[in-house]
């Protein structure tokens, strides 16, 4: 089975500074990892995905993060943080095969400070 | 990428009625589509696995009675919440993915009992 951590329930940051979302995942076969933002009471948005290939992922609104196998870790940054990144960011892994059955961390809320 | 549709983006009902929630891949067919809940300020967890002309597989603790899945065609899946009470309102999203590629998500439903 899979499962993904993330330690962090809330990051404060201030704005201008640069912010790192960690994720660790557990898994005994080949992954797809995601990083996916939510907005209050809005729906999921896709920051950005790791399939295969290259392991530095390049994503939306500035955000970029590492794939490191032999850690297996996940880690989200961005080098100069908005207001408006204030939200909650969800880490997600599924298998590379099959239909994509997707298993979420508990989410960190990043709180920009002005 | 592919496009899953959700509907409805909100939905109000008073507490002894049912709801129906509908997913639909548009560009492609998903003979496998997941539901996922979201109660407030909490990770998004796998409900039930949604299987084109077969039974649904429901996660531990989700009780099938409540919350039925027909997956009549291999476009659309749909989540009736029977008899919703209060504690039932929260975000419902649904996913399915083309074969060989990662998950796609509706843009979600936001269900509140009242």
């Known amino acids: 089975a899979q499962s993904v951590t993330q330690l962090d329930s809330q990051v404060p940051v201030f704005e201008e500074a640069p912010v790192e979302l960690r994720c660790n995942y557990s898994s005994s076969v080949s992954v797809y990892l995601f990083w996916y933002v939510q907005y209050p009471n809005q729906g999921l948005q896709l920051l950005l995905k790791?399939?295969?290939?290259?392991?530095l992922v390049k994503g939306i609104n500035g955000f970029e993060a590492e794939f490191n196998k032999s850690q297996t870790s996940f880690h989200l940054r961005k080098p100069s943080v908005h207001i408006s990144d204030t939200a909650e960011y969800f880490c997600a892994v599924s298998y590379s095969g099959g239909y994509q059955k997707v298993t979420f961390g508990t989410g960190t809320k990043l709180q920009v400070i002005p | 990428g592919a496009v899953v549709s959700q509907h409805p983006s909100r939905v109000i009902c008073k507490s002894g009625t049912s709801v129906k929630i509908e997913c639909r891949s548009l560009d492609f067919q998903a003979t496998t589509m997941f539901w996922y809940r979201q109660f407030p300020k909490q990770s998004l967890m796998l409900m039930a696995t949604s299987n084109e002309g077969s039974k649904a597989t429901y996660e531990q603790g989700v009780e099938k009675d409540k919350f039925l899945i027909n997956h009549a065609s291999l476009t659309l899946s749909t989540l009736t919440v029977t008899s919703a009470h209060p504690e039932d309102s929260s975000f419902y999203i649904c996913?399915?993915?083309?074969?060989?590629?990662?998950?796609?998500f509706g843009q979600g439903t936001r269900l509140t009992v009242v």
């Open positions: 790791y399939l295969s290939g290259s392991t």
């Open positions: 996913s399915a993915s083309p074969q060989g590629t990662e998950a796609f």
